[in-house]
C-alpha cells in the first residue's frame, strides 16, 4: 500500500525526493482501479524476486530502517562488506506522513474496496 501511496503523493506534490520539508496534498486514490494497482505492484514484485534470485540481496523494508537506523545502517554495511561503523547520513527527509488516514482523503471508500481482499491488512494503522 505505502508503494501505491508513495507514487501518488508525489505524483501529486510533484516531487520524489527532498532535503526539505515538502506540503503532501491528501490524494484521492482512484477506487476503481486500486485492487489492479496493487496487483501490479505485486506481480512486479515477485518478477523483480524472480529476477534476483541467483543474486545476493538485502530486503529493507522502509517502516524497518527508519525504525532502528543504527542497526540497518551496519546490516547493510556488513552485507556490502563494507566496515559497518561507518556513519551514513542521508539530508532527505520524509514526505509523506507515516498515517495512511492522514495522507489518503478517500480512506474509508479505499477501505470498503480493500475489505475482503488480500490486500485489506495493508490499512492497519502501526
Avoid: C
Avoid at 5 to 24: C, I, L, Y
Avoid at 49 to 58: A, E, N, P, T, V
Amino acid at each position: 500500500m505505502w508503494v501505491l501511496v508513495s507514487r501518488f503523493a508525489a505524483n501529486t506534490r510533484g516531487v520524489f525526493h527532498s532535503t526539505e520539508k515538502v506540503d503532501t496534498p491528501r490524494i484521492v486514490l482512484p477506487t476503481n482501479r486500486v485492487l489492479a494497482i496493487l496487483d501490479r505492484i505485486a506481480v512486479d514484485n515477485e518478477q523483480w524476486q524472480r529476477l534476483g534470485r541467483s543474486l545476493s540481496y538485502l530486503r529493507v523494508d522502509y517502516e524497518d530502517y527508519v525504525g532502528d537506523l543504527q542497526a540497518w545502517n551496519r546490516r547493510k554495511l556488513k552485507f556490502l562488506q563494507v566496515d559497518p561503523d561507518v556513519l551514513i547520513k542521508s539530508s532527505l527527509v520524509k514526505l509523506t506522513p507515516s498515517e495512511l488516514r492522514a495522507v489518503i482523503a478517500n480512506y474509508d471508500e479505499v477501505v470498503g474496496v480493500l475489505r475482503g481482499t488480500p490486500y485489506e491488512h495493508m490499512l492497519e494503522e502501526n
